[in-house]
């Protein structure tokens, strides 16, 4: 029941991230709704046709989408409230990822795929409806950018794979798991922890001139 809560706070998180991209993109309502669905449905519904299980899990069970509904309705209502709570925001998206992260490594390992496709997928689900969201908007993913996101993702279920094959209890594994991939989130949140890139020089001779000038902005993952 708790996993299930959760999960519906991280969809209700992502939802509202696609929604709060499409309106600063300045879509109409209907693609509002339609980065909130894609946001919050579309990296596990992805994970689900990969497998072969169909119709996908926000098709059989269609609170998923109609939670993504609220969200996008939220942001047309509530759009100046929800942007000052965007520390809130941020935890639940960090929950979403952790749960996200379990829910698709648990779906691959039920499916019998060894340890890259157990990684692969529980990333996917993790991370795949935001890349979906940034592609809309013509933006390069911001998971392949900047911020520790994807990497939590993969070192969740990296444990998670591990732990399976202990003697560790299901729901303690997917405890722990969730709650590492949540903590590395947090952790390098706050500490402002980025992967290392490669600076190419242009031809001004300046290194990623541009990719500074927009990170420096408020950007976040969420």
Same mark, same amino acid.
């Given at each position: 029941?708790?996993?299930?809560?959760?999960?519906?706070?991280?969809?209700?998180?992502?939802?509202?991230?696609?929604?709060?991209?499409?309106?600063?993109?300045? =879509?109409? *309502?209907? /693609?509002?709704?339609?980065? $909130?669905?894609? +946001?919050?449905? #579309?990296?596990?519904? &992805? !994970? @689900? %046709?990969?497998?072969?299980?169909?119709?996908?899990?926000?098709?059989?069970?269609?609170?998923?989408?109609?939670?993504?509904?609220?969200?996008?309705?939220?942001?047309?209502?509530?759009?100046?409230?929800?942007?000052?709570?965007?520390?809130?925001?941020?935890?639940?998206?960090?929950?979403?990822?952790?749960?996200?992260?379990?829910?698709?490594?648990?779906?691959?390992?039920?499916?019998? =795929?060894? *340890?890259? /496709?157990?990684?692969?997928? $529980?990333?996917? +689900?993790?991370? #795949?409806?935001?890349? &979906? !969201? @940034? %592609?809309?908007?013509?933006?390069?993913?911001?998971?392949?950018?900047?911020?520790?996101?994807?990497?939590?993702?993969?070192?969740?279920?990296?444990?998670?794979?591990?732990?399976?094959?202990?003697?560790?209890?299901?729901?303690?594994?997917?405890?722990?798991?969730?709650?590492?991939?949540?903590?590395?989130?947090?952790?390098?949140?706050?500490?402002?922890?980025?992967?290392?890139?490669?600076?190419?020089?242009?031809?001004?001779?300046?290194?990623?001139?541009?990719?500074?000038?927009?990170?420096?902005?408020?950007?976040?993952?969420?």
């Amino acid at each position: 029941m708790l996993l299930l809560c959760l999960d519906y706070l991280g969809t209700f998180a992502f939802a509202i991230s696609g929604a709060l991209t499409a309106a600063r993109h300045r =879509l109409d *309502w209907f /693609g509002l709704v339609v980065l $909130a669905a894609v +946001t919050a449905v #579309g990296g596990g519904t &992805i !994970r @689900d %046709l990969l497998i072969g299980q169909v119709p996908p899990f926000c098709l059989q069970d269609e609170s998923y989408l109609l939670l993504a509904l609220v969200a996008a309705m939220a942001v047309v209502g509530l759009h100046r409230h929800i942007t000052r709570r965007e520390r809130a925001l941020l935890v639940a998206d960090a929950i979403g990822l952790g749960v996200f992260t379990v829910i698709g490594a648990a779906r691959a390992t039920e499916a019998g =795929l060894g *340890w890259v /496709g157990t990684v692969g997928l $529980a990333c996917l +689900t993790g991370v #795949g409806g935001g890349v &979906i !969201r @940034d %592609l809309l908007v013509r933006e390069v993913p911001l998971v392949l950018r900047k911020e520790v996101y994807a990497s939590a993702s993969i070192a969740g279920a990296l444990l998670y794979r591990w732990l399976v094959h202990t003697s560790l209890p299901t729901g303690l594994t997917t405890a722990l798991c969730a709650a590492a991939v949540i903590a590395i989130r947090l952790y390098c949140m706050w500490r402002t922890v980025d992967l290392p890139r490669l600076e190419v020089p242009d031809d001004g001779g300046t290194a990623g001139s541009a990719e500074d000038a927009e990170d420096a902005g408020p950007d976040q993952v969420i």
